[in-house]
Every structure is written in structure tokens, then in C-alpha cells.
């Protein structure tokens, strides 16, 4: 894997994303927004168990607006151009790897307002971090990875939705018993195979994104 192609193309992804400052710029209001109807809408959240459920729901819908565009702004004249130029795990990768930075970039600003609006409960704050980010990471890494298939099927956004749930919920089930963990301020010990789940599948997702992308890197 050429490592100077790589880093053209991941320049690439940021310089078309800060070029496009109104969809920063949405995606801010948006996760300021459902964090603040949210918090209008609980008032006064009690309940540790009621708090992560009600923060994984945002984070989810955030995640799935955000890696779902990856790949459904490629046009086939894009397509066709990358085709003949860029190597398909190469490219795969590179926008793994931006979607995987954008999140975890998201995750830390949605933990951020949801805890001024909402109020923290967080006991053990750097479990949660290793948590959200690695969970972060794992979402954009399925979702960019669906994004692909779905935008052989015309951008279908519901094909999209159809292939992520079945995928995401074993992740987001882990992620929600190991952020319950530092919640309740348990012992590192207790949550290490919670989190070491997280790093295997970060790993897992993107060695599958760069061997099946090559079969619709031809179509």
C-alpha cells in the first residue's frame, strides 16, 4: 500500500468535507439541537441506565447521518475517475480512516453537549472516553462499509439502514454495558474484555472493508 497515495487521498476527504462548510456547519446544529430537544424533553434524567440508553440513541442517529454520506455523493463520473487512478484498498481505507476520525472528532462534541444540557454521570471518565472512541470508530468503520454497497443500489438510503441494524446492534450492545461500567465507576477489570471486543472489531471492520470492497470496486 503506497503510503504518499494514501495521504493524497485522506487530504482529499478533508479538503472536500472543509470546502463544504455548511455541512460542518449542519452537523454541529444538529447534534446541538437533538442534545438540547432531548434534555427539554427529559427535564431531569435520574437514572444512570436511562441516561446511556437515551445518549447511545443520539449518538446513533448521529453516526449513521454522518458515515451514510460517504459514499453517496460519489457520482459515476467520480466513480469511474477513481477507478482508473486510485488502487480499491487504498481507497477504501483512506475513507475508513476519515470517517473514523470525523466520529470520534463527533463522539467527544456529542459527549460534550449532552453533558452540559443533560448533566454527566459519568464515574470512571476515562473508561467512557476509550469507549466512545473505539465505539466511534467501529460504527463509521460498518457504516462507511454499507454506505459502499448501498450506493450500488442507486444511494439507497434504506438498503443502507436494512444492512447496518443487524451489524450494529452486537457493537452497540457492547458499547452500552461498557460505558453502564464507567458509569457505575467499576473496576478497569471487570470491563477489559468489553473493551478489548471494541479493539478487535475496529481491527475486524476495516480488513473486511479492504477484501470485499475489491468485488464492488469492479461493478
Do not use: C, H
Not at 446544529?29 to 440508553?53: D, E, G, R
Not at 460534550?112 to 470512571?124: I, L, N
Amino acid at each position: 500500500m503506497s503510503k504518499q497515495q494514501l495521504t493524497q487521498l485522506l487530504k482529499k476527504e478533508f479538503l472536500l468535507e472543509f470546502r463544504q462548510k455548511s455541512t460542518l456547519a449542519g452537523i454541529a446544529v444538529y447534534i446541538i439541537s437533538t442534545v438540547f430537544i432531548s434534555a427539554l424533553s427529559f427535564k431531569k434524567i435520574i437514572q444512570p441506565t436511562v441516561w446511556n440508553s437515551l445518549f447511545w440513541t443520539i449518538f446513533l442517529f448521529i453516526a449513521v447521518n454522518v458515515s451514510s454520506k460517504s459514499f453517496m455523493q460519489e457520482t459515476k463520473g467520480k466513480g469511474l475517475y477513481n477507478y482508473l487512478y486510485y488502487n480499491p484498498r487504498q481507497f477504501i481505507f483512506s475513507k475508513i480512516m476519515y470517517n473514523m476520525l470525523l466520529m470520534a472528532v463527533l463522539s467527544l462534541l456529542t459527549f460534550f453537549f449532552y453533558s452540559w444540557f443533560v448533566g454527566s454521570m459519568v464515574q470512571d471518565m476515562g473508561m467512557f472516553l476509550l469507549a466512545l472512541l473505539f465505539s466511534s470508530t467501529a460504527f463509521s468503520g460498518v457504516l462507511s462499509l454499507m454506505s459502499a454497497i448501498a450506493s450500488k443500489a442507486n444511494n439507497n438510503m434504506s438498503l443502507m439502514a436494512i444492512l447496518s441494524f443487524p451489524v450494529l446492534m452486537p457493537l452497540l450492545m457492547v458499547s452500552v454495558k461498557l460505558s453502564k461500567n464507567a458509569i457505575d465507576g467499576l473496576a478497569w477489570s471487570v470491563s477489559y474484555n468489553y473493551l478489548l471486543i471494541l479493539v478487535m472489531l475496529n481491527f475486524v471492520v476495516i480488513a473486511l472493508a479492504t477484501i470485499l470492497f475489491n468485488y464492488l470496486w469492479r461493478e
